[in-house]
Protein backbone atom coordinates (compact mmCIF):
# COMPACT_ATOMS: atom_id res chain seq x y z
CA UNK A 1 0.00 0.00 0.00
CA UNK A 2 2.43 2.72 1.13
CA UNK A 3 4.41 1.70 -2.48
CA UNK A 4 1.32 1.87 -4.77
CA UNK A 5 0.64 5.77 -2.82
CA UNK A 6 4.31 6.68 -3.40
CA UNK A 7 3.70 5.71 -6.95
CA UNK A 8 1.01 7.60 -7.40
CA UNK A 9 2.71 10.45 -5.77
CA UNK A 10 5.44 10.35 -7.93
CA UNK A 11 3.56 9.99 -11.46
CA UNK A 12 1.92 13.53 -10.33
CA UNK A 13 5.07 15.22 -11.34
CA UNK A 14 6.16 16.27 -14.47
CA UNK A 15 9.87 16.14 -13.91
CA UNK A 16 9.11 12.69 -11.97
CA UNK A 17 7.83 11.31 -15.46
CA UNK A 18 10.22 12.34 -17.18
CA UNK A 19 12.99 10.91 -15.30
CA UNK A 20 11.49 7.30 -15.23
CA UNK A 21 10.36 7.78 -18.93
CA UNK A 22 14.67 8.17 -19.08
CA UNK A 23 15.02 5.58 -16.66
CA UNK A 24 13.38 2.81 -19.44
CA UNK A 25 15.64 3.92 -22.01
CA UNK A 26 18.60 3.74 -19.78
CA UNK A 27 17.67 0.06 -18.97
CA UNK A 28 16.86 -0.46 -22.50
CA UNK A 29 20.44 1.21 -23.75
CA UNK A 30 23.12 -0.69 -21.69
CA UNK A 31 20.86 -3.88 -21.77
CA UNK A 32 19.77 -5.26 -18.64
CA UNK A 33 16.54 -5.31 -18.95
CA UNK A 34 16.52 -9.71 -19.53
CA UNK A 35 15.61 -11.95 -16.47
CA UNK A 36 18.10 -14.08 -15.19
CA UNK A 37 21.18 -12.55 -16.67
CA UNK A 38 23.18 -12.07 -13.53
CA UNK A 39 24.73 -15.04 -12.01
CA UNK A 40 28.17 -15.77 -9.99
CA UNK A 41 30.52 -16.83 -11.57
CA UNK A 42 34.07 -17.90 -10.67
CA UNK A 43 36.88 -15.70 -12.75
CA UNK A 44 38.71 -17.36 -15.83
CA UNK A 45 41.31 -19.07 -14.67
CA UNK A 46 44.33 -18.80 -17.72
CA UNK A 47 45.78 -22.08 -17.03
CA UNK A 48 42.50 -23.64 -18.09
CA UNK A 49 42.83 -21.88 -22.08
CA UNK A 50 44.18 -23.52 -24.95
CA UNK A 51 47.41 -23.32 -25.28
CA UNK A 52 47.78 -19.97 -27.82
CA UNK A 53 45.20 -18.56 -25.65
CA UNK A 54 47.51 -18.98 -22.45
CA UNK A 55 50.83 -17.99 -23.94
CA UNK A 56 49.30 -14.91 -24.64
CA UNK A 57 48.07 -13.88 -21.48
CA UNK A 58 51.47 -15.25 -19.76
CA UNK A 59 53.05 -12.94 -22.39
CA UNK A 60 50.58 -9.97 -21.24
CA UNK A 61 51.01 -10.63 -17.73
CA UNK A 62 55.06 -10.32 -17.73
CA UNK A 63 54.71 -7.11 -19.12
CA UNK A 64 51.74 -5.96 -16.39
CA UNK A 65 51.93 -7.90 -13.80
CA UNK A 66 48.32 -7.82 -12.06
CA UNK A 67 48.15 -10.87 -10.67
CA UNK A 68 50.10 -11.94 -6.67
CA UNK A 69 52.57 -14.04 -7.31
CA UNK A 70 51.42 -16.63 -4.72
CA UNK A 71 48.84 -17.42 -7.53
CA UNK A 72 51.17 -18.70 -9.69
CA UNK A 73 53.26 -20.73 -6.99
CA UNK A 74 49.75 -22.73 -6.66
CA UNK A 75 48.64 -23.00 -10.10
CA UNK A 76 45.77 -20.54 -10.95
CA UNK A 77 46.19 -17.99 -12.93
CA UNK A 78 43.04 -16.04 -12.91
CA UNK A 79 42.67 -13.65 -15.57
CA UNK A 80 41.99 -10.29 -13.81
CA UNK A 81 38.58 -8.79 -14.58
CA UNK A 82 37.38 -11.97 -16.13
CA UNK A 83 34.47 -14.33 -15.51
CA UNK A 84 33.99 -18.15 -16.25
CA UNK A 85 30.49 -18.32 -17.90
CA UNK A 86 31.17 -21.77 -17.73
CA UNK A 87 31.75 -22.03 -13.82
CA UNK A 88 28.92 -21.26 -11.77
CA UNK A 89 30.03 -20.61 -8.04
CA UNK A 90 28.91 -23.62 -5.81
CA UNK A 91 30.34 -22.61 -2.52
CA UNK A 92 28.55 -20.92 0.04
CA UNK A 93 31.70 -20.04 2.30
CA UNK A 94 33.25 -18.59 -0.96
CA UNK A 95 30.54 -16.33 -2.15
CA UNK A 96 30.63 -15.14 1.74
CA UNK A 97 34.12 -14.71 2.04
CA UNK A 98 34.24 -12.88 -1.60
CA UNK A 99 31.17 -10.64 -0.23
CA UNK A 100 33.12 -9.49 3.11
CA UNK A 101 35.56 -8.24 1.24
CA UNK A 102 33.57 -6.39 -1.58
CA UNK A 103 31.67 -5.08 1.36
CA UNK A 104 34.03 -2.99 2.07
CA UNK A 105 34.53 -1.31 -1.34
CA UNK A 106 31.01 -1.16 -1.92
CA UNK A 107 30.66 1.30 1.29
CA UNK A 108 32.84 3.60 -0.19
CA UNK A 109 31.32 3.46 -3.31
CA UNK A 110 27.90 4.62 -2.23
CA UNK A 111 29.26 7.49 -0.28
CA UNK A 112 31.10 8.69 -3.63
CA UNK A 113 27.39 7.89 -5.68
CA UNK A 114 25.81 9.94 -3.09
CA UNK A 115 28.08 12.49 -2.77
CA UNK A 116 27.72 13.00 -6.46
CA UNK A 117 23.91 13.11 -5.97
CA UNK A 118 22.57 14.61 -3.34
CA UNK A 119 21.71 11.34 -1.69
CA UNK A 120 21.08 10.70 2.05
CA UNK A 121 21.57 7.31 4.24
CA UNK A 122 19.85 6.08 7.32
CA UNK A 123 20.83 7.33 10.64
CA UNK A 124 20.60 5.14 13.90
CA UNK A 125 17.68 6.11 16.20
CA UNK A 126 18.61 8.08 19.17
CA UNK A 127 15.95 6.61 21.52
CA UNK A 128 13.93 3.46 21.37
CA UNK A 129 10.77 5.80 19.94
CA UNK A 130 12.35 7.59 17.31
CA UNK A 131 11.07 8.10 13.52
CA UNK A 132 13.36 6.66 11.36
CA UNK A 133 16.18 9.45 10.07
CA UNK A 134 17.79 10.20 6.88
CA UNK A 135 21.05 12.28 6.80
CA UNK A 136 22.00 13.48 3.48
CA UNK A 137 25.86 12.64 2.94
CA UNK A 138 26.93 15.84 1.28
CA UNK A 139 25.80 17.61 4.81
CA UNK A 140 27.94 15.04 6.76
CA UNK A 141 31.03 13.64 5.41
CA UNK A 142 32.56 16.11 6.90
CA UNK A 143 31.19 16.14 10.58
CA UNK A 144 32.56 13.35 12.49
CA UNK A 145 30.09 13.30 14.86
CA UNK A 146 27.23 13.28 12.87
CA UNK A 147 29.30 11.03 10.27
CA UNK A 148 28.95 8.34 13.08
CA UNK A 149 25.64 8.37 13.28
CA UNK A 150 24.92 6.95 9.54
CA UNK A 151 24.07 3.48 9.41
CA UNK A 152 25.57 0.99 6.32
CA UNK A 153 23.59 -2.32 6.01
CA UNK A 154 25.87 -5.27 7.17
CA UNK A 155 26.24 -8.65 4.95
CA UNK A 156 22.96 -10.94 4.48
CA UNK A 157 22.29 -12.92 7.73
CA UNK A 158 23.70 -16.06 6.98
CA UNK A 159 19.62 -17.87 7.96
CA UNK A 160 18.48 -15.81 5.23
CA UNK A 161 20.48 -16.92 2.79
CA UNK A 162 20.16 -20.27 2.91
CA UNK A 163 16.12 -19.78 3.77
CA UNK A 164 16.54 -18.03 0.54
CA UNK A 165 18.55 -20.88 -1.32
CA UNK A 166 16.38 -23.13 -0.32
CA UNK A 167 13.02 -21.61 -1.54
CA UNK A 168 14.00 -20.02 -4.38
CA UNK A 169 17.07 -20.57 -5.84
CA UNK A 170 17.62 -24.52 -5.79
CA UNK A 171 20.33 -24.32 -3.33
CA UNK A 172 22.51 -22.77 -5.73
CA UNK A 173 25.11 -20.17 -4.15
CA UNK A 174 25.14 -18.57 -7.83
CA UNK A 175 22.47 -17.00 -7.72
CA UNK A 176 21.95 -15.60 -4.48
CA UNK A 177 23.36 -11.53 -5.91
CA UNK A 178 22.72 -9.49 -2.55
CA UNK A 179 25.26 -11.20 0.14
CA UNK A 180 26.43 -7.39 0.37
CA UNK A 181 24.02 -4.75 -0.24
CA UNK A 182 23.52 -0.84 0.94
CA UNK A 183 20.95 1.81 0.19
CA UNK A 184 20.67 5.33 -1.14
CA UNK A 185 17.62 7.36 -0.42
CA UNK A 186 16.37 9.84 -2.78
CA UNK A 187 13.75 13.22 -2.09
CA UNK A 188 13.22 12.97 -5.69
CA UNK A 189 13.46 11.15 -8.98
CA UNK A 190 15.80 13.50 -10.55
CA UNK A 191 18.64 12.86 -7.82
CA UNK A 192 17.81 9.15 -8.36
CA UNK A 193 18.39 9.37 -12.07
CA UNK A 194 21.97 11.14 -11.60
CA UNK A 195 22.85 8.54 -9.12
CA UNK A 196 22.14 5.60 -11.76
CA UNK A 197 24.27 7.53 -14.16
CA UNK A 198 27.09 8.59 -12.11
CA UNK A 199 27.15 4.19 -11.05
CA UNK A 200 27.06 3.55 -14.63
CA UNK A 201 29.67 5.55 -15.79
CA UNK A 202 31.73 4.82 -12.89
CA UNK A 203 35.17 2.74 -13.64
CA UNK A 204 35.31 0.89 -10.75
CA UNK A 205 31.94 -0.85 -11.03
CA UNK A 206 30.06 -3.10 -13.42
CA UNK A 207 26.25 -3.18 -13.71
CA UNK A 208 25.14 -6.31 -13.96
CA UNK A 209 21.13 -5.67 -13.11
CA UNK A 210 18.74 -3.29 -12.35
CA UNK A 211 15.15 -4.27 -10.58
CA UNK A 212 12.02 -2.12 -10.15
Request: proline share 3%; net charge positive; hydrophobic share 40%.
Amino acid sequence: AKYDQLWRTLMLGEDSRACIKHLEQVVRMIGLDEKNYCRQHNRMRADKLPPKLRARYLEQTARNPALNPLFFDMGRWYVVDRQDPSSLVSSFNQLYFAAAIANLLLVERVKAWAEASQGMFRAGKRTEGDRERFLRWNDVKDHEGLRAQVTFAALKRHGRAVEKLQRSYGTSPSRLLDVSRNSIIFESMVDLTNCLGTIITDENVRVERLKN
